[in-house]
């Protein structure tokens, strides 16, 4: 017989074996895994560069190295009787004004800067007008001529007038090839911009985005194929947008491609239509540029109407929208359509 206190001694030895046999059966804890130590960042090094300074071209808005375009403008009274055509260096300008002359024809302002060809024209002789349009370029004119009070009215502002037959044009001014009389005249254009180079370069003549599509027109215009318009009886030039090459092409009357001497089309990045009045001073037709009027811009396959003014000779030409805030261009060349109010304009 076993006795109660017997009882739980045997009871604890057993309960005492049990926890052994277990305590045997359990595996030793594996080691903890531990990696090695990373490995440190490599230095950062900066890859920015800092851009290289650029100027802006002041006739057209583009990057150019700095102090490249030192030099004048050279502006040109360019011939457009169908005799004068095709024109010489007329696709490489920075801005085209076109104005209303005699006989329903027109001429143009043209102006040189930022791309200076070996040659232009053919030049012919002055207008009332041109010297509004060009005093605020400064530089240089080259002109065959004109009426003497036209002449004196040219050469009482602070622009060199260049005049073929003079003794100081004589090495730079010739009668070329390229048509019969009075349609040949041509400039020697970088040896005549050489001669004056302690002139100043221009003035900006326009506001400019900094790229095509920020450029006013661009972004609050609507989308337009082209524009065309009517100077006068034999004057009605026409322009169709080409997505392909982000510019207007230019067509003469009569829907004919506008060609330059060198088989290039003429064309724009910028086209602004300016409405004017037009008066006569001894049956010369005369564009009235101090004042304003209705305005559009087309830009990047875009139009937009505004308004234009021009508070003196010397002041540029001012283009607002609907609420008074300029019209960014966008970088690139220019032609300025000086179309008479009597006369028309079609955009669409």
Request: proline share 10%; net charge negative; aromatic share 6%.
């Amino acid at each position: 017989m076993i006795r109660p206190r017997s009882r739980r001694f045997a009871a604890a030895l057993a309960l005492g074996a049990a926890v052994a046999i277990v305590a045997g059966c359990t595996a030793e804890p594996s080691p903890v895994a531990t990696s090695a130590a990373p490995e440190p960042e490599p230095p950062f090094t900066p890859t920015y560069e800092e851009p290289a300074p650029f100027d802006l071209a002041p006739l057209t808005g583009e990057p150019v190295e700095v102090g490249a375009l030192g030099i004048p403008s050279l502006a040109a009274k360019i011939d457009n009787h169908p005799a004068a055509r095709p024109q010489i260096g007329l696709d490489r300008t920075d801005i085209v004004f076109e104005e209303l002359v005699e006989g329903g024809l027109t001429r143009y302002v043209a102006v040189w800067h930022s791309d200076v060809p070996a040659e232009i024209g053919p030049i012919r002789s002055i207008r009332p007008m041109d010297p509004d349009i060009i005093s605020p370029l400064g530089g240089i004119v080259a002109y065959s001529g004109g009426q003497q009070r036209f002449v004196d009215m040219m050469r009482a502002t602070e622009v060199y007038n260049a005049i073929h037959g003079q003794s100081d044009t004589n090495s730079v001014m010739y009668r070329g090839s390229n048509a019969p009389a009075p349609h040949n005249v041509i400039v020697k254009a970088p040896e005549l911009i050489g001669m004056h180079g302690g002139l100043a370069k221009p003035q900006q003549l326009f506001p400019y985005a900094a790229s095509a599509a920020q450029a006013t027109a661009a972004v609050e215009g609507s989308p337009v194929a082209g524009a065309s318009m009517v100077f006068g009886s034999l004057a009605s030039p026409s322009w169709a947008w080409d997505a392909a090459s982000g510019t207007w092409l230019r067509s003469m009357t009569g829907g004919a491609p506008d060609m330059a001497a060198s088989g290039a089309r003429l064309s724009a990045v910028n086209l602004v239509i300016l409405r004017v009045p037009v008066g006569t001073i001894q049956q010369i037709p005369t564009t009235k540029m101090i004042g304003s009027g209705e305005a559009w811009v087309l830009t990047g396959g875009k139009a937009l109407q505004g308004t234009w003014s021009k508070a003196d000779p010397t002041a540029p030409i001012r283009i607002v929208t609907a609420d008074g805030l300029p019209i960014r261009l966008a970088p690139g060349n220019t032609w300025v359509e000086l179309v008479p109010n009597a006369g028309s304009v079609s955009i669409g």
